[in-house]
Every structure is written in structure tokens, then in C-alpha cells.
């Protein structure tokens, strides 16, 4: 079975500074897709970014970037000029392929809280 | 984006009544709906997984029986929590996977109180 850990429960950065969040996950599927969401207080969750594991090139979206180390098994988050709108709840997702049977639900991390100082 | 919402938002009850907790994916189809239940300041935790016109599949140590989740639409899933208990008391997500391109949106979630 598929597990995800994230070792820092709690994290802290100051604004416009920068901060990464850790994820390593567990898995004999060569094929499989992973996700950083965002849980504000609303508790709403966020598709922040997707990495497809077949992709080499890391996923970007505007500030938010991560570093997909395939054989290490490592997902983590880089956060660029933290705002105050980016403290959240964020949990690191892991999803196996359609075709192998899955029905594609996320085996989520147990978060990090993400503080932000201003 | 697409969206997915939730009915209702928040719900308290008397302990040994049923609530029924409703998602729906406003403007998409969706074959596969999941919930999770969230526990405070904790991950998230799949329940079940709904199916459109069959029976859902339950993850090892949720009853079924207890949890009752019915999904006769293609934007339309619900989950009933039978003869509720304080222990019943949580927040609840619905997701819907979206059948063109299998993305999956989140529904806004349901704090459940149980008396």
C-alpha cells in the first residue's frame, strides 16, 4: 500500500521569504500522479500543483514550485515570496493511475501547518 | 473551475437521529465521488468510495451500515450517518472526480455536531 509522510508539523516563514515543505511518500507503482493541497481556516481544500511522475520537469505555478526527486521517493513544496494568504494547512497527496484499477482517490499526508510572520 | 458544493454546511443533532449530507458537482459529470472524514487539526481520511448506480466501496473499518451513502446521479452523492453518536461528531468532504479529464474538486466540507 501506498503511504505519504510529512515530517514537519509545523512550519514557519517570514513575509516575502521563502519556505519548503517536505514530503516523502512511499510506493512500487512506477506510474502515479502527487499534489500539494492548500487547507485554509475555511477549510475549503486547494489544488495547489500536480506532478505527474512520468514528467522529469518539476511543476511551477507562479510562487509555488516543487522539487520531484522520483528515485528518492521526494515531493517537496517551495513557497516564493510568502504572503500572508499562503498560512494554511498544507497536505502533500499521492494518487495511483486509473488503469490499474484505482478509482483514483488521494492518500493524503498528515499535513503541516504553514504560519506566515509579517 | 469546476465546483462541487455541500448541504449542509453545518448540522447539529440529537444523538440517535439520521443526518443526510448531500454533494453534487454543479457543472460536471461525475461517475466517482469520494468522502473523507477530517477529525481535528488531522489528515484527511477516506471513508468510501460512491459510484454512480452501484454500491459504494468502504474502506476497512467504516460500517457501512452506519454510513450509508447512496450515488443515483452522475452529480449526486449522498451520505446518511444512521442513529448518530457524539463519536459521529466531524468534519466531512465530499470530492468528485471529474469523468472528461478525472480531475477531482472538493466540496466545501459539513461540520457534523452530535449531542
Known amino acids: 500500500a501506498q503511504t505519504v509522510t510529512q515530517s514537519q508539523p509545523e512550519m514557519s516563514v517570514q513575509e516575502a521569504e521563502t519556505v519548503t515543505l517536505s514530503c516523502t511518500y512511499d510506493?512500487?507503482?512506477?506510474?502515479?500522479?502527487l499534489f500539494w493541497y492548500k487547507q485554509p481556516p475555511s477549510r475549503q481544500m486547494i489544488l495547489v500543483i500536480r506532478?505527474?511522475?512520468?514528467?522529469?520537469q518539476n511543476a511551477t505555478e507562479n510562487r509555488f514550485s516543487v522539487n520531484f526527486q522520483k528515485a528518492a521517493k521526494s515531493f517537496s513544496l517551495k513557497i516564493s515570496d510568502s504572503q500572508l494568504g499562503d498560512a494554511a494547512m498544507y497536505f502533500c497527496?499521492?494518487?495511483?493511475?486509473?488503469?490499474?484499477?484505482?478509482?483514483?482517490?488521494?492518500?493524503f499526508g498528515k499535513g503541516t501547518k504553514l504560519s506566515v510572520k509579517p | 473551475g469546476a465546483v462541487v458544493s455541500q448541504h449542509p454546511s453545518r448540522v447539529i443533532c440529537k444523538s440517535g437521529t439520521s443526518v443526510k449530507i448531500e454533494c453534487r458537482s454543479l457543472?460536471?459529470?461525475?461517475?466517482?465521488m469520494f468522502w473523507y472524514r477530517q477529525f481535528p487539526k488531522k489528515s484527511l481520511m477516506l471513508m468510501a468510495t460512491?459510484?454512480?448506480?452501484?454500491?459504494?466501496?468502504?474502506e476497512q473499518g467504516v460500517e457501512k451500515d452506519k454510513f450509508l451513502i447512496n450515488h443515483a446521479s452522475l452529480t449526486l452523492s449522498t451520505l446518511t450517518v444512521t442513529s448518530a453518536h457524539p463519536e459521529d461528531s466531524s468534519f466531512y468532504i465530499c470530492?468528485?472526480?471529474?469523468?472528461?479529464?478525472?480531475?477531482?474538486?472538493f466540496g466545501p466540507g459539513t461540520r457534523l455536531t452530535v449531542l
Open positions: 510506493t512500487s507503482e512506477s506510474d502515479y500522479y
Open positions: 506532478q505527474e511522475a512520468y514528467k522529469q
Open positions: 457543472d460536471f459529470q461525475a461517475t466517482t
Open positions: 470530492s468528485a472526480r471529474e469523468d472528461r479529464y478525472n480531475e477531482q474538486f
Open positions: 460512491s459510484n454512480e448506480g452501484s454500491k459504494a466501496t468502504y
Open positions: 497527496a499521492y494518487r495511483s493511475p486509473l488503469y490499474g484499477g484505482s478509482q483514483g482517490n488521494l492518500i
